[in-house]
């Protein structure tokens, strides 16, 4: 890559060569997040953050355009069909060979599940034809760790945000814990990733301090300690 800066007058820095690197992390995100804060002080906080691993979605309908990877085996059409719910799991032949109306190999008309042998079709899918395509990418980026940021904000993109990073996991691992005593942030952020970096873009939350008390509620559950303990 070639650059050529700019001063904010205009005066030219000179040409600079730059190396673009191919960067790919995974697009899942782990759901769903949960905390529970076993620190009573309403001014720290204290648990566990656990998630599970992002559900890869194996099949999709679409009802615009064509399938990016279409079904072309029929016991899997049947196995999509089942998969998405649809009132018919067992194809029928279209019988249809190169025509424009209807759309190639596994799709769904009216209430049957047809599938054009040939796949010579080519008619696009429809609100009436809608095509079961494969949605699993062979060649998309594998999941190999877990971020998890604690933030003011459920996002890592908003500015002047105070985060932290509190650990780096294996992708084996759900879990990370959150030491008594923390500093009380508002969310916990779980990104996942692997040896490129992090999907920043997309991550799962979870609001933080969700059994921590405060106010009246924090001076009635001493008033009761102090009784316990008076007993």
């Not at 001063?7 to 697009?27: M, N, W, Y």
């Not at 395509?133 to 971020?147: F, K, S, V």
């Not at 979870?206 to 559950?221: E, F």
Request: a negative charge.
């Amino acid at each position: 890559l070639l650059v050529s800066p700019e001063t904010a007058s205009g005066t030219s820095l000179g040409l600079r060569v730059g190396l673009i690197t191919d960067k790919q992390v995974p697009e899942d995100t782990a759901r769903p997040v949960s905390f529970k804060d076993q620190d009573i002080n309403g001014r720290s906080l204290g648990g566990r953050i656990r998630w599970q691993h992002p559900a890869p979605i194996e099949y999709e309908l679409l009802q615009t355009g064509s399938c990016l990877r279409p079904i072309e085996d029929p016991d899997k059409c049947d196995q999509a069909a089942e998969y998405l719910g649809l009132s018919d799991t067992n194809i029928t032949d279209d019988g249809q060979n190169a025509v424009s109306t209807d759309p190639p190999w596994c799709y769904f008309e009216g209430s049957a599940l047809k599938f054009n042998f040939h796949g010579t079709n080519t008619g696009a899918c429809s609100l009436g034809q809608n095509c079961l395509c494969n949605a699993l990418d062979p060649g998309a980026p594998m999941l190999t760790r877990y971020a998890v940021w604690l933030s003011d904000a459920p996002d890592m993109s908003t500015p002047g945000v105070t985060r932290e990073l509190l650990k780096i996991v294996a992708s084996t691992e759900t879990n990370a814990t959150l030491p008594m005593g923390s500093r009380a942030y508002k969310w916990a952020l779980v990104l996942v990733g692997n040896e490129d970096g992090f999907n920043d873009w997309l991550p799962a939350q979870v609001q933080l301090g969700d059994l921590r008390v405060t106010g009246d509620m924090k001076l009635q559950v001493e008033a009761a300690l102090c009784t316990i303990a008076g007993h």
